[in-house]
Each structure stands twice: as C-alpha cells, then as structure tokens.
C-alpha cells in the first residue's frame, strides 16, 4: 500500500510494508484493479555517448542499474524494456529483464514506448529514461499515484527546485512554469503545467532576466500516462511549439490536455555523456566498498 503526503510543497512518500513482495505489485482504484507498467525506452545510438546502455565499467550494464532501480518501486506490475538494437535485446535477457524490439525508426522514446505497449494490458504506463541509473523509485510510485488520486487527468510528470543558480540559464535544462490554482483541495498538491522551456521561465522584468532561485522549476524527465492517451498523443502531428522548443510535452499543452507536475525535492541526473558515466561509475564503486 502506498500512502502519499503532503509537506512544504513538496510530496512525501510513505511506503509501508505489503505482506509481501507480489502483493504490492499494482493498485486498487475502488474495486477495480489498475494496472501499471514501466517501460524503458532504450535507444543504441546517441551522439554524444553511443552505446551507453551497454555501458558496463560497473560489471552491469548502464541499463541494468535503471533497470534494478524501477523494480524497487511499488506500484508497477511489471518493468518492461523497448529496445530498437538486438544488441540490448540480449542484454536485457541475460540479466532477465522483459525486452521488446522495437521499430529503429521511430522517432522518440515515446513513439517507442507506445509501439512496446499497444497490445498490452495495462492502465497506466511510467516511462523511465534508460540512462537513469540512480533514478528514485519513490519518484515512479509518486507518478503513478498521481494518475490514481486525479482520473480526469492523463499524464504527469515532476519538477524540483534549482540548488544551482548558474544552471537556470542552461538551455539544456528544462524549466516548467505551474499553475497555483485555488481551486485544488490542498496547496501542495500537484499543480498543472502552463508551459515548458529551455529558457528561464519566469522572465523577472525588474531584474531583466533571472529572479530569484526559489521561482524556477527544473524539468525532470520522467512521465506517467494513461494508455489510451499516449497512443492517441504519439498520433498527433507535431506542433508548432514542440518544433520551436524540441520538447514533446508541449505537444500534449498544444493540444489542450493537462499535464500534472509534482514537485520534489531532489532528483539525480541522467548520463548523457562519458565523463558524466565515469562519475557515475566513481559513485557506485565507492558506494559498494561502503557495504
């Protein structure tokens, strides 16, 4: 069973023990059971680091550790993986992870997730980046149960506050700007997204630029949908903002849905290049010498 607070702004997740591990899988909305599934995305090409899914310097693959991370989490019945390359189709069998190939083509992790999970039953679909090898589980719980607490609302995501000022002005960090909406039974909950941007939003007019740290909201890019959402969403044309921006949300705000963000106080960062992977490697040598 999974109970979420409510504290400063931010959702606090309280996990308390299932009587055993099989009976937390999943969640109950009334009597009826809804299904939820992870699905990771992997992708084998990446310009600035390619192949690092099966990056292994740790003695498991890059992918593995998202992968391990995910099963901590309680709500989803299953971690699936949606692969475009054979090579991460036979990795994620040797460390018995469920893996689909998937079309090469397609042009997102959304499209892939989509493709993965158009036959499968299940009600609400988490995607988690596959170079997220420090990832949070509770962070996958607290999105699911945003789509089970708010059935009128098709995906989610989450947002934390800046710890460095210098950063909000890079633009390969997504900022989110959120309603504060009187109308939501509690001031912590989560807030609506008005938009997404790489540059820092809220523009302070007084300060001609950035405001103070406390008005910035970092994107962290991990969302839960509701399945008959996101195949109808990947059906979309593309629109003029997503174009302008590269951001596939803003599709989603383009087309008039709402999106629900979460704030959190902390979120590790995703590997996107090789120096960033070696830190990673540093942390979880040092982190197992500590066993």
């Given at each position: ?74 709500l989803p019945a299953n971690i699936l993986i949606a692969a475009d390359d054979k090579r991460i189709l ?118 001609a630029g950035i405001g103070r740290k406390e008005l910035y909201l970092r994107h962290i890019g991990i ?69």
């Amino acid at each position: 069973m999974l109970l979420s607070w409510l504290s400063s702004g931010y959702y606090k997740i309280l996990l308390l023990a299932p009587a055993s591990a099989e009976a937390s899988r999943g969640q109950w909305a009334g009597e009826n059971t809804v299904k939820i599934i992870v699905c990771i995305p992997a992708r084998y090409s990446s310009t600035r680091f390619p192949g690092k899914v099966l990056a292994k310097d740790t003695g498991k693959f890059l992918i593995q550790h998202t992968w391990e991370r995910a099963k901590l989490a309680q709500l989803p019945a299953n971690i699936l993986i949606a692969a475009d390359d054979k090579r991460i189709l036979d990795a994620a069998k040797s460390f018995g992870a469920d893996c689909v190939l998937t079309n090469p083509e397609c042009k997102s992790g959304t499209d892939r997730i989509a493709e993965a999970v158009a036959e499968l039953d299940y009600d609400i679909i988490v995607n988690v980046q596959a170079d997220e090898p420090e990832i949070d589980p509770a962070n996958i719980d607290l999105l699911a149960q945003i789509l089970l607490d708010n059935p009128q609302i098709p995906m989610a995501t989450l947002a934390a506050p800046f710890e460095n000022p210098d950063k909000i002005s890079d633009p390969n960090i997504v900022k989110v700007v959120v309603t504060s909406d009187e109308r939501q039974a509690s001031s912590d909950a989560a807030h609506r997204a008005i938009y997404f941007s790489r540059l820092p939003i809220p523009y302070d007019r007084k300060k001609a630029g950035i405001g103070r740290k406390e008005l910035y909201l970092r994107h962290i890019g991990i969302y839960a949908y509701r399945k008959d959402f996101l195949l109808k969403l990947t059906k979309l044309p593309q629109t003029p903002l997503e174009k302008t921006e590269k951001l596939e949300q803003l599709r989603a705000i383009e087309n008039g849905f709402d999106i629900l963000v979460a704030k959190v106080e902390h979120t590790a960062d995703g590997i996107d290049t090789p120096n960033q992977y070696a830190d990673f490697v540093k942390r979880y040598m040092k982190g197992q010498k500590q066993k």
